[in-house]
């Protein structure tokens, strides 16, 4: 998709040396793309809000206790790894 997306932009900036309009519209096309992408093209105001944060807040709290539980009695650091 972002592959996609660069290609539209080039092909817009080069029919904009003909009519600038198109540069306008290759520009449009970068703003909405750093704003409302996802995946790889990331949003331009940052992480998120807060439920977005606290679906991750959540899910680590969820794997800290799953790690825990899984590790009980156990002493795992770099110098001494689990058998």
């Known amino acids: 998709m972002v592959v996609l997306l ?29 704003r409302y992408g996802k995946g790889t093209v990331h949003r331009a105001e940052g992480q998120g809000g807060y439920d977005e944060y606290r679906a991750r807040r959540e899910q680590r709290d969820k794997w800290d206790r799953r790690y825990r539980r899984q590790h009980r009695g156990q002493r795992i ?3 001494r790894p689990s058998q």
Do not use: E
Request: hydrophobic letters at 70%; proline letters at 6%; a negative charge.
């Open 6 to 34: 660069g290609i539209c932009v080039v092909v817009l900036v080069f029919m904009g040396f003909s009519q600038p309009a198109w540069w306008l519209a290759a520009a449009a096309l970068v703003y909405l793309a750093l």
């Open 77 to 79: 650091t770099p110098d």
